[in-house]
């Protein structure tokens, strides 16, 4: 393996300039997220509009590209998930149980909240307006728990039509099968390597295409951890390489929309632009992580808005649908976007968007800021029951 042939793999240091720069990718990707979900809800489809001026255009352009971005959160998870498998499995340390400990109750606190409010949210929607169709068949107990296991876009639909819960299904498994493609590769007995091996390959048809065409998305984030360092000065990488890379991805992106006009929805078709973006999108990353990935260049105990607003960029990304819902039909009589994009209702879409942040930050300090709390108290329970047992 590479880190048995001289190869050093690229860590994230917590208290580097890079760790914080990560993290307003992390924000920015659930903020842009919200706002593209949300301005069709709030303002007329494009189509409709009477006045198309270079600004509006603009606007309806930029707020276009969620799925885009959502990509650079799976580059993002492939290189920060990746990168701890490698880093346990280099020291001999990597534990199937503490691993899953850490996932499951990193996704877990949040997804079950998320869940409880779209079942909140939606029968309050129900009981406000009896016509909305929303709902239809994607409310069942079935749903909930197909949701709760990740099954959501294999055997369920996203529970209560909550969309952003799909990218969660893609993650989990990438999860899973990222440890046990590493395993197939570094365990030395032949048992072990085939019975990894038969799991990967049931888990790949399992899945199905789409789910594993995107995997190869999240791969590119495993190659910034194991690609060496770049042969070129720090200077250039910060003046030249990390531009260059926002760049072209930007405008990748922009040609994108403007010329191949896809269904953003149709993954299968729409991987091809999607990669190339990602790939721009790893070549960002790769560049801040060997500029600015210098320890003590940030104190860790000190404010940071980037740290803060990431910490609760998971709970936004999960819980803000469910709100923009329940405006949809609330604000524009169940119809899609009824706003104009004049000054007024843009100052009280921004109003909106920030109302929606403080509701997801007042949710995460009771679950994802509890993360590490829970975790830990998990972890003492299950080593007292097997000290239990073998007492």
């Given at each position: 393996?590479?880190?048995?042939?001289?190869?050093?793999?690229?860590?994230?240091?917590?208290?580097?300039?890079?760790?914080?720069?990560?993290?307003?990718l992390r924000w920015f990707v659930a903020v842009y997220v919200m706002i593209y979900h949300l301005r069709p809800v709030l303002f007329q489809g494009y189509n409709q509009l009477q006045n198309?001026?270079?600004?509006?255009?603009?606007?309806?352009?930029?707020?276009?590209?969620?799925?885009?971005?959502?990509?650079?959160?799976?580059?993002?998870?492939?290189?920060?998930?990746?990168?701890?498998?490698?880093?346990?499995?280099?020291?001999?340390?990597?534990?199937?149980?503490?691993?899953?400990?850490?996932?499951?109750?990193?996704?877990?606190?949040?997804?079950?909240?998320?869940?409880?409010?779209?079942?909140?949210?939606?029968?309050?929607?129900?009981?406000?307006?009896?016509?909305?169709?929303?709902?239809?068949?994607?409310?069942?107990?079935?749903?909930?728990?197909?949701?709760?296991?990740?099954?959501?876009?294999?055997?369920?639909?996203?529970?209560?039509?909550?969309?952003?819960?799909?990218?969660?299904?893609?993650?989990?498994?990438?999860?899973?099968?990222?440890?046990?493609?590493?395993?197939?590769?570094?365990?030395?007995?032949?048992?072990?390597?085939?019975?990894?091996?038969?799991?990967?390959?049931?888990?790949?048809?399992?899945?199905?295409?789409?789910?594993?065409?995107?995997?190869?998305?999240?791969?590119?984030?495993?190659?910034?951890?194991?690609?060496?360092?770049?042969?070129?000065?720090?200077?250039?990488?910060?003046?030249?390489?990390?531009?260059?890379?926002?760049?072209?991805?930007?405008?990748?992106?922009?040609?994108?929309?403007?010329?191949?006009?896809?269904?953003?929805?149709?993954?299968?078709?729409?991987?091809?632009?999607?990669?190339?973006?990602?790939?721009?999108?790893?070549?960002?990353?790769?560049?801040?992580?060997?500029?600015?990935?210098?320890?003590?260049?940030?104190?860790?105990?000190?404010?940071?808005?980037?740290?803060?607003?990431?910490?609760?960029?998971?709970?936004?990304?999960?819980?803000?649908?469910?709100?923009?819902?329940?405006?949809?039909?609330?604000?524009?009589?169940?119809?899609?976007?009824?706003?104009?994009?004049?000054?007024?209702?843009?100052?009280?879409?921004?109003?909106?968007?920030?109302?929606?942040?403080?509701?997801?930050?007042?949710?995460?300090?009771?679950?994802?800021?509890?993360?590490?709390?829970?975790?830990?108290?998990?972890?003492?329970?299950?080593?007292?029951?097997?000290?239990?047992?073998?007492?």
């Amino acid at each position: 393996m590479l880190w048995k042939t001289g190869w050093s793999l690229t860590i994230l240091r917590a208290d580097s300039k890079a760790s914080r720069y990560l993290d307003a990718l992390r924000w920015f990707v659930a903020v842009y997220v919200m706002i593209y979900h949300l301005r069709p809800v709030l303002f007329q489809g494009y189509n409709q509009l009477q006045n198309k001026n270079l600004i509006v255009k603009a606007a309806y352009l930029l707020t276009s590209m969620g799925y885009e971005f959502v990509m650079l959160f799976f580059v993002l998870s492939g290189y920060l998930i990746s990168s701890s498998v490698l880093k346990a499995v280099g020291k001999g340390t990597f534990s199937w149980k503490s691993y899953l400990i850490n996932r499951f109750t990193r996704l877990w606190l949040v997804l079950i909240s998320a869940l409880v409010l779209t079942s909140a949210l939606a029968q309050l929607q129900l009981n406000m307006f009896p016509d909305s169709e929303f709902f239809y068949n994607n409310m069942k107990w079935s749903d909930f728990l197909g949701n709760l296991f990740f099954l959501q876009g294999i055997f369920f639909p996203n529970y209560g039509g909550n969309l952003p819960l799909w990218s969660l299904s893609y993650e989990f498994w990438y999860y899973i099968l990222f440890p046990c493609l590493v395993q197939l590769f570094v365990s030395r007995s032949l048992l072990v390597k085939v019975g990894y091996g038969v799991l990967v390959i049931g888990l790949s048809v399992l899945l199905g295409k789409g789910i594993m065409l995107y995997f190869l998305i999240w791969l590119l984030g495993t190659l910034l951890v194991v690609l060496p360092k770049p042969q070129i000065s720090m200077k250039v990488l910060a003046r030249v390489c990390i531009p260059l890379a926002s760049a072209l991805a930007g405008m990748i992106m922009l040609a994108d929309k403007l010329l191949l006009h896809q269904n953003d929805s149709d993954l299968i078709k729409r991987f091809f632009p999607q990669f190339i973006v990602s790939v721009c999108f790893a070549g960002l990353i790769y560049a801040i992580l060997h500029c600015y990935n210098h320890p003590g260049s940030v104190d860790v105990k000190a404010f940071n808005i980037h740290v803060f607003l990431a910490g609760f960029s998971y709970t936004l990304y999960l819980t803000h649908y469910p709100v923009i819902n329940l405006l949809r039909v609330w604000l524009g009589d169940g119809r899609w976007g009824t706003w104009r994009p004049d000054i007024p209702h843009v100052l009280l879409g921004l109003v909106i968007s920030i109302a929606i942040m403080a509701y997801a930050w007042v949710i995460s300090t009771f679950t994802e800021a509890q993360t590490s709390e829970v975790r830990s108290w998990i972890t003492r329970q299950l080593d007292a029951n097997r000290f239990k047992r073998r007492s």
